[in-house]
């Protein structure tokens, strides 16, 4: 008998409800959704294709980008397929343990996403600062080696989630308000005591997000006073907009998600609970759409590379 009622608190499935509110508008809704998606895997996989393909691009700089750029693209598709079978085919339901796999995701290539920000202000560090060690400092072992080190921290720290949730009890419905598995979305839908989970996810957030805002923010102190001692306007110019690129993809990652995260825990109940919904994806999705468009118009040797790809020679660049 408690073995049995012991298994009744761990559900087969749940249910995401998509925007709770704005049902009606589903459709709607997933048009601007599924047209960031396509541009997200065109310009992100464009972009690996690229720099792979490319021997100029073969550089610390793009060998982080195209690691940002598989980062994104793996984290859209985590979500957005399920999202659009929700909005245009009311498939609401997912497997418990197919929800936990999604979580996982979701929360690990968040993080990595973060470290590779504050690995990618890291190679402005040392490309301004230290131009003339550049490539001696930034050699393939040492990427390499920050790339495993920056997956391995999101996952082990992503790996306690998946316990901690699975281990509440479910008695209270297995609906859940929202168009993805988030940690916290599906913990609240537990009737037992989430206060562990939402201390481990203040935690996290401090370990990964923090924690990188900080190196970038060091990394940019450093930078700018490297930059405002130069003597030349010209060259100050020019080491500032080897930068605009990245500060733009820090602010399209970090403004929705610090929104996304701190609603979540510290109020936000005069909040419409559907903007919180949109916000949560467009946390997942503006990045990745966003980032190959950014570094397509700013960085010339990505831009003429496109152009070459797409015209062949002919274009008369010079």
Excluded at 108 to 127: H, I, K
Excluded at 186 to 207: E, F, T
Excluded at 218 to 235: G, K, P, Q
């Amino acid at each position: 008998m408690s073995g049995a009622n012991s298994s009744s608190l761990t559900p087969g499935f749940f249910f995401l409800n998509g925007v709770p509110g704005l049902e009606a508008a589903h459709t709607w809704i997933s048009l601007p959704f599924c047209l960031m998606y396509i541009i997200a895997l065109v310009g992100n996989v464009g972009l690996i294709y690229l720099i792979s393909h490319n021997e100029a691009l073969h550089r610390p700089m793009y060998y982080f980008l195209a690691l940002l750029a598989s980062t994104d693209v793996t984290l859209c598709t985590t979500t957005v397929p399920n999202m659009l079978c929700i909005f245009w085919f009311n498939l609401k339901e997912i497997d418990f343990n197919a929800c936990l796999v999604q979580m996982f995701f979701v929360h690990m290539l968040t993080g990595m996403e973060s470290g590779v920000l504050m690995l990618m202000a890291l190679d402005r560090y040392v490309a301004i600062c230290y131009p003339l060690r550049y490539t001696t400092i930034l050699t393939n072992p040492v990427i390499a080696k920050a790339g495993l080190a920056t997956f391995l921290r999101s996952v082990m720290l992503i790996i306690p989630f998946t316990f901690l949730t699975k281990s509440l009890p479910y008695c209270q419905g297995h609906l859940i308000p929202h168009t993805y598995c988030d940690h916290m979305s599906v913990a609240k839908v537990s009737c037992g005591n989430v206060k562990v989970n939402a201390i481990y996810g203040l935690m996290v957030a401090l370990l990964i997000g923090v924690f990188d805002i900080c190196c970038i923010s060091v990394s940019y102190t450093m930078i700018l006073r490297a930059v405002v001692s130069l003597s030349s306007a010209d060259a100050r110019h020019k080491a500032f907009s080897t930068c605009t690129t990245h500060i733009c993809a820090i602010v399209i990652t970090y403004v929705p998600a610090f929104f996304t995260f701190f609603t979540h825990r510290f109020g936000g109940h005069n909040i419409p609970h559907h903007i919180h919904i949109i916000v949560a994806n467009l946390y997942l999705l503006l990045p990745p759409t966003m980032n190959p468009i950014v570094y397509g118009v700013k960085t010339k040797q990505i831009r003429e590379g496109v152009i070459k790809f797409l015209f062949g020679d002919k274009t008369g660049l010079t």
